[in-house]
């Protein structure tokens, strides 16, 4: 028969039993919340405005990268985050550049993707551009890259000549105006670079063929073409002046052509070349200087380029704007006829009281 102490001391024992269970049960799950908190609960808050991108840029600090997330209002609970970001030895494994921020992201998916460096690509758009400072601004505004690095590569001729057998002089005929992708903290050198091989992928061997047959090298095509590319916007019009010019080389004429004359003054704005304009001293005044100037008037775009590349055949000599100023020209193959065009448009310019 049991002693009453023991029968007395079994229900004691399994209640203890539950009740240690119970609490196991609930420091567990404490536990496991605490870490689902810290590692897997969404933890990228939603934006009203789209994606979000977080930027860190080079040499960055630990509290900048957080700063950036506060200021930004990208995280739910931005305790947790460092927390974590800590533990995992994020500080020291910073690395630069662009991130998009999805909603809904975890601790641990976001510092996967930070210590990756699985950064986001940005689309960038070369304008045109006629100066050196104005690629610099360009790409200051999209890139992290450094426009005072990227303005000192420019003028760097033995690098130039060495790396992209360019001078300071040509260099503008390796940017070909367009869409681009790069990632934000993009260098200079390697913004350059990414120039060179687009400018690589456009001179196709059957391009290459044609600027021979004309009796040009791509550099040249390039410099044509940007003087092309100054006198018209209009896509009909731009291989028959490439043609032009094209006759006027191969005869030995001087080119010219007004827009080397505003590069030389350095006034794009003005609507009528004048006369003393025509005296400026400078190679780029091809209207004292026989044959090419020595550098592009600005970076000429793949439809200008292919003007020259396939010019239009003709015996024009000469061309004029329209005195209706719709932006097309008329061509002439004497210059008698240019004359008679030239005082109609000049007619045109003097009744809207055009001076300069």
């Known amino acids: 028969m049991p002693s009453p102490v023991s029968s007395a001391s079994s229900p004691l024992r399994r209640r203890i039993a539950v009740i240690l269970l119970v609490l196991l049960l609930l ?3 404490a536990v496991f919340y605490a870490a689902w908190r810290v590692y897997w609960k969404p933890n990228v808050a939603a934006s009203p405005f789209g994606p979000a991108y977080l930027y860190i840029r080079t040499g960055a600090s630990f509290l900048e990268v957080l700063d950036s997330l ?26 630069p550049g ?38 610099a601004r360009q790409v200051a505004r999209q890139l992290e890259t450094d426009s005072s690095a990227l ?20 260099i503008l005929t390796l940017f ?47 410099v044509l073409a ?13 291989p028959i002046i490439a043609g032009v010019y094209l006759n006027r080389l191969h005869h030995g004429m001087r080119l010219q052509a007004d827009p080397t004359l505003l590069w030389a003054i350095g006034n794009f704005g003005v609507k009528r070349v004048l006369n003393k304009d025509k005296l400026v001293d400078s190679p780029y005044n091809t209207y004292k200087h026989k044959g090419l100037p020595p550098g592009p008037i600005t970076s000429a775009n ?23 100023r719709s932006g097309y020209s008329d061509f002439a ?10 005082r109609r448009y000049q007619h045109t310019l003097d009744s809207l009281q055009i001076l300069r």
């Open 27 to 29: 420091f567990g799950g």
């Open 70 to 95: 506060e200021r930004q209002e990208l995280l739910l609970e931005p305790a947790t985050f460092a927390w974590l970001a800590e533990r995992r030895g994020y500080p020291t494994h910073i690395r």
């Open 98 to 135: 662009r991130y998009l921020v999805n909603f809904g992201t975890s601790n641990a998916r976001l510092l996967d993707k930070l210590m990756l460096g699985q950064q986001d690509t940005v689309a960038f758009q070369l304008d045109a551009f006629k100066y050196k400072p104005q690629l």
């Open 151 to 170: 303005r000192k590569l420019l003028r760097n001729n033995s690098f130039l000549k060495q790396r992209y057998q360019l001078d300071t002089t040509t």
């Open 176 to 222: 070909l105006p367009g869409p681009y992708r790069f990632v934000w903290n993009t260098s200079a050198q390697q913004f350059l670079d990414s120039a060179a091989a687009m400018h690589a992928r456009f001179w196709t061997a059957q391009r290459r063929r044609r600027a021979d047959s004309l009796g040009l090298s791509p550099t040249e095509v390039h």
């Open 226 to 238: 940007s003087i092309v590319q100054r006198e018209t916007a209009k896509p009909k019009d731009k």
């Open 302 to 324: 793949r439809q200008s380029l292919d003007a020259v590349l396939k010019p239009t055949a003709h015996t024009y000599y000469f061309f004029c704007a329209r005195p209706d």
């Open 333 to 342: 193959e004497t210059y008698a006829e240019h004359k008679q065009n030239a």
